[in-house]
């Protein structure tokens, strides 16, 4: 297949997702909590009347009204829809000339990466602070000095160390850079932080959300926000009908319904001091101080991996990191599900240190 394909795509390898059936499932950042069943019945009874036999609504105005609504989202920024925020990072590198570099911190979310190596762009990554996984903010600087990344992903917090960067630091890497400063606010519901006051400001800024770690993976969605300049340029080569009919209305739907979403994503909230204080008091592990639904943590030297699934056959699914190396080298990352799963896995970690 090298005569068919481009070196690029021949170079990569897809990204594994490992089968879950039967396991406690705390490796992806799903939020664990279902609906009501009276909310399920007033939702099915929505998508009777979606007409499957049109096309969507390629603008999807009335859930993009409800997003900017809910979210208070200022008339001056306009909000662009994705199939995931994933399609979003894959729409703004497209757009990108051939020779584009793109800049983030390591270790960080994985489709920077894959999807910039994909399509032939300089992908530059500058490592964390080992620590306290903060910016290295000098070299960060240097990097954009020396090669002016058309696009810098910031990960608000960041996945996979859970930590919030120095809004500082941030805010001087937004000042100096000529390109795009993306800020994935991919984990905001636990957060408690934003950059979107700091939109008006600045017009290299743009803030990326998606509703999957809110409790809705299963729809992909995810939007940027930010000037109608940038945003115009994004859809041009987003495809006409990327959000499907099913979608729009569930989503619509569900964020009409948001105060379930914020009574479960304040329940995970307050889970999270209760497994990271239980972590912390296991022979052998450091976990990580988390601003998300997710807390990183390391194991003693060489044992991630036997770790990992000594856990896994105990029934429990989690994430094992270590393979990345660099700050990375022995951590596994544990989503935060409902009490009963994490005590579940706590005792299986427990049972296997
Ligand atoms: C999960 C995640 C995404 C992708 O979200 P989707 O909307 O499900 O594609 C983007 N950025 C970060 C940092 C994430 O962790």
Redesign the pocket.
């Known amino acids: 297949m090298s005569s068919i394909f481009r070196q690029e795509v021949l170079a990569m390898s897809a990204y594994k997702v490992t089968n879950a059936q039967g396991l406690i499932k705390l490796d ?2 799903e939020n664990p909590y279902n609906w009501p069943e009276d909310l399920k019945l007033d939702w099915l009874t929505a998508l009777k009347d979606c007409a499957l036999n049109r096309y969507p609504d390629p603008e999807a105005l009335e859930l993009t009204q409800t997003i900017k609504r809910i979210y208070h989202i200022d008339d001056q920024f306009e909000v662009m829809l ?8 894959q729409l703004l590198l497209m757009a990108l000339p051939s020779d584009a570099s793109v800049l983030a911190p390591a270790p ?2 994985v ?1 920077y990466k894959q999807l910039s190596d994909c399509l032939g762009l300089n992908y530059l990554s500058i490592p964390l602070q080992a620590g306290n996984f903060d910016l290295d903010l000098p070299a960060m600087l240097e990097t954009i000095q020396r090669y002016q990344p058309s696009v810098i992903f910031l ?1 608000y ?4 160390t859970g930590n919030l960067f120095s809004q500082s630091a941030m805010l001087e890497i937004i000042n100096v850079a000529k390109g795009l400063v993306v800020i ?1 606010e ?2 905001a519901p636990f957060a408690d932080a934003s950059f979107i006051d700091a939109l008006p400001d600045h017009d290299n800024l743009l803030i ?6 809110l409790g809705l ?1 299963g729809l ?3 939007y940027v926000i930010g000037r109608p300049a940038i945003i115009e340029q994004l859809n041009k080569i987003r495809l006409p009908y990327n959000i499907n009919s099913l979608t729009q209305l569930s989503a619509n739907f569900a964020l009409n319904n948001h105060a379930l979403f914020d009574q479960q994503t304040q329940k995970i909230c307050q889970e999270r001091p209760v497994v990271f204080n239980q972590l912390n008091t296991l022979p052998g592990i450091i976990a990580y101080p988390s601003a ?1 639904n997710f807390i990183l943590f390391k194991t003693p030297t060489d044992q991630a991996s036997r770790i990992f699934l000594a856990i896994k056959h105990q029934g429990v699914l989690i994430k094992d990191m270590s393979a990345q190396g660099g700050l990375l080298s022995d951590c596994l990352r544990v989503t935060i599900g409902k009490p009963e799963e994490n005590l579940a896995f706590i005792m299986a970690l427990r049972n296997c240190l």
């Open positions: 992806a950042m994705g199939n995931g925020s994933d399609e979003i990072i960080g979310f489709m990960a917090p960041n996945n996979p994935d991919a984990y990326m959300r998606t509703v999957s770690k993976a992909r969605l995810g998300a």
